[in-house]
């Protein structure tokens, strides 16, 4: 009976969540506009940082793909560096209340303080509307918006999908070859990949 | 010195009698768990035959409700991985997978596996294998699933002892043929097509002449992760003894020139799952499409 009403609940879940349209936004195209509160309570829309370079970083602290990253530093550093360049680094959680990775802001700021993030802000996308807006399918899933705001790249954080935080050294970057290439006005090299991850718990 | 030697060999020769005894009986080495997963490397025989080919199984048993992901795991998620180490001249093939279930993520879409799940290898041993026995041994990483996801490992060994008779079929052989059974079949008398339509991509599927059992409903999973959209609906309309299965693609994508995945159609309460690799006709554009021939 358990599993039945889970499965149903489920299809039902997944037909209602499926009637609200899953965009899919290509490399090129105008990145959608949005405006979310971060973890102190700061608010920001895109239209704040046009003429910047803005990275979307899709997070769930608990997800093993994300703590991958963030545990050795590697997240952190790569905010760090490619702030310090002028990009606007912005984390977005999307996970619904009662779901893995929901917080309340106090609690992310000890997450936050624990963990350390050199992103400018993290942001609570509570009702999941802005991962919906961007597809916005694994944690970690990476946008890169020219300072024009179109979107530039949409994918995968590199190319060895595990979980394993020994993979990083020898991966191939896709974010830090996306950020490097706009910020120097030349295309990005590999605009799409296939991100991986944890799904976004909406 | 003969004193000291008298009860250490008799004990010594013991332990080798015990030693011997449980390499006689060629068993794989205990299941190991981890999480949700209890992971173990089985074998349809009991002994090896230098040259006779023979197949194992990475056997992974999930706990209800976990699930671990098919080869393309779909919108999230991670297949299983095997890493071995073979003795010289040992060949092990492909991990094979049975085929998926579709598990939703709401709004997106996973395929996975759930419950006892039997990954078939077939092993080709040198027909100069040398014994007295021979183990294979492996890494098995695998991310497993449910709400959250946990990444798990497993160190397994499958030790058989080496003969020149043909091995007798082990404890695990009737789970092995039952997985054999199970797995995507070529369907050689099945007419497969697949055509571009307008933004759609249709694959359409008969069988054979003599085969008078109708299609209820069909589900078509890719090998690739960027040709459809796992989360679309896919449609089946029936007809001609068969049907055609409307799949969404994914936006601007432009048509592969194969479709390789697994169709599985259900036929009065039972499931056939079939492999998929076929030309696809037609291009994408938004006028209805003209068929370039198969």
């Not at chain 1, 802000?121 to 946008?143: C, N, R, S, W």
Request: aromatic share 6%; glycine share 8%; hydrophobic share 40%.
């Amino acid at each position: 009976m358990k599993k039945t009403m889970s499965i149903l609940t489920a299809v039902l879940l997944f037909a209602l969540l499926s009637a609200c349209a899953v965009a899919d936004v290509n490399p090129g195209s105008s990145a959608p506009g949005f405006t979310l509160t971060d973890t102190r309570g700061a608010t920001h829309s895109l239209s704040d940082f046009a003429g910047h370079v803005v990275v979307l970083e899709w997070i769930n602290t608990d997800c093993p793909f994300v703590k991958k990253h963030y545990g050795p530093g590697n997240m952190q550093s790569l905010q760090e560096s490619y702030g310090a360049k002028g990009v606007v680094w912005l984390s977005i959680c999307s996970s619904t209340p009662g779901k893995q990775g929901h917080f309340t802001p106090e609690e992310w700021n000890q997450i936050l303080e624990a963990n350390g993030s050199n992103a400018k802000a993290v942001l609570l996308d509570t009702d999941g509307q802005v991962g919906l807006a961007y597809g916005a399918k694994t944690t970690p899933h990476l946008f890169v918006i020219a300072p024009d705001g179109t979107l530039v790249y949409n994918g995968a954080i590199d190319d060895k999908p595990s979980t394993r935080s020994e993979d990083i050294e020898g991966a191939r970057s896709y974010i830090s070859e996306a950020l490097d290439a706009v910020l120097a006005g030349e295309p990005v090299p590999v605009a799409r990949t296939t991100p991986y991850g944890c799904s976004v718990k909406y | 010195m003969a004193q000291r030697c008298g009860v250490r060999s008799v004990r010594m020769k013991l332990f080798t009698v015990i030693l011997v005894a449980m390499i006689g009986i060629g068993a794989s080495a205990a299941p190991v768990r981890d999480g949700p997963v209890v992971a173990e490397l089985i074998a349809d025989t009991l002994t090896v035959t230098p040259g006779q080919p023979f197949t194992i199984a990475l056997r992974m048993q999930v706990d209800s409700p976990w699930h671990i992901y098919w080869i393309n795991p779909g919108d999230s998620g991670l297949a299983p991985s095997l890493d071995w180490t073979l003795p010289e001249g040992l060949a092990v093939g492909d991990m094979q997978h049975p085929p998926p279930l579709a598990i939703p993520t709401p709004p997106f879409m996973t395929y996975g596996h759930t419950g006892d799940v039997v990954f078939l290898m077939e092993v080709r041993p040198p027909a100069d294998l040398s014994g007295p026995t021979v183990t294979l041994s492996a890494e098995v990483d695998w991310l497993v699933c449910h709400e959250l996801c946990i990444p798990g490992f497993a160190e397994v060994e499958l030790s058989l002892p080496v003969r020149a008779e043909p091995g007798e079929p082990s404890e695990h052989a009737e789970i092995i043929a039952a997985a054999r059974s199970q797995r995507p079949i070529e369907g050689v008398d099945w007419a497969l097509t697949a055509q571009v339509q307008a933004d759609r991509l249709i694959l359409a599927a008969s069988p054979p002449t003599d085969d008078a059992l109708p299609i209820d409903s069909a589900q078509f999973f890719p090998y690739s992760r960027t040709v459809i959209r796992h989360a679309a609906p896919q449609t089946w309309h029936a007809g001609g003894g068969g049907g055609r299965l409307e799949l969404v693609v994914r936006d601007a994508a432009e048509p592969p020139e194969y479709l390789s995945g697994v169709l599985v159609v259900q036929r009065g309460g039972t499931s056939l799952a079939l492999r998929v690799n076929i030309p696809v006709a037609g291009t994408f554009s938004s006028r209805p499409a003209n068929p370039k021939g198969t």
